[in-house]
């Protein structure tokens, strides 16, 4: 599942090339007496606006030992679908493509394939994901949905958010930025089974519909085993038209998760 796990989160890291953005320094100051349901009201405000997107990538992953370097394709119809293709030296590797109803899935490497719901995302992740959450990552947005049983405070120039009470064995806590409200650094934990997953997004680029971030660095850990993920980007194209061509190779081995 190393492989998949990579294909999967490189692919929720494909924002943003740096043509025609707009580099943004924070510079804002935190401010103490902001309430957080004014902080959440802020930040959910803070999600681009924009039809499709078309993106290319540069990723560097890295486990114990195993580095690769791949090239990903990356195409988003806002709400409605996600397609990602990985490449090595322009041979396809596999392909996602998930819908608000479905994931699917194919490796040409050990010709497998998965088609049906969001348990293969989740069983990736450890954690329980869904197209809203696939997209929130894409966004620089969180991937929860913050309401009051939240508390915040401000920590190094930023507002950090947790539960009031974390629910059993599973600990949240994230970071707005003051200057555009979008999350600096997420963090999700489960310490009985020594997991842990960690997004940092790093400055951001305001361009046309929003706020995307420039860089994303990525960690998942599981037991002893560490995983980390550097992204590159190359090129974006804002609203233009796309196609989603997606079908499983005929003799392919259905994938059966644990």
């Known amino acids: 599942m190393k492989f998949k796990f990579f294909l999967y989160v490189s692919g929720l890291l494909f924002f943003i090339s740096c043509g025609g953005g ?18 959440i009201k802020t930040h959910n405000s803070a999600l681009p606006e924009f039809n499709t997107i078309a993106a290319r990538m540069h990723v560097l992953y890295k486990n114990g030992d195993d580095m690769q370097s791949l090239t990903v394709s990356m195409r988003m119809e806002k709400d409605q679908k996600i397609w990602i293709k990985a490449s090595l030296i322009g041979i396809t590797l596999a392909k996602l493509y998930i819908t608000p109803e479905s994931v699917s899935f194919y490796e040409t490497i050990s010709n497998t394939y998965f088609d049906g719901d969001f348990s293969l995302l989740s069983n990736w992740l450890g954690i329980e994901i869904d197209f809203q959450k696939a997209q929130s990552i894409l966004l620089g947005q969180t991937i929860f949905d ?14 950090r958010l947790q539960p009031k009470q974390q629910p059993q064995n599973f600990i949240h806590s994230l970071l707005i930025n003051p200057d555009n409200f979008k999350i600096d650094y997420e963090t999700l934990s489960q310490p009985s089974d020594n997991r842990t997953f960690t997004i940092n997004y790093g400055s951001y680029n305001k361009l046309k519909g929003g706020f995307y971030p420039s860089e994303i660095k990525i960690t998942a850990t599981q037991k002893e085993e560490e995983t980390k ?30």
């Open 229 to 258: 993920i550097e992204v590159k980007y190359k090129k974006i194209d804002y609203n233009v038209s796309i196609r989603f061509p997606f079908n499983i190779p005929n003799g392919y081995k259905e994938i059966e998760l644990d």
């Open 146 to 159: 913050l309401d009051l049983k939240y508390k915040s405070e401000v920590i190094t120039n930023k507002y």
């Open 22 to 39: 707009k580099t943004v320094i924070g510079s804002e100051k935190a401010n103490h007496s902001l309430s957080t349901k004014d902080i």
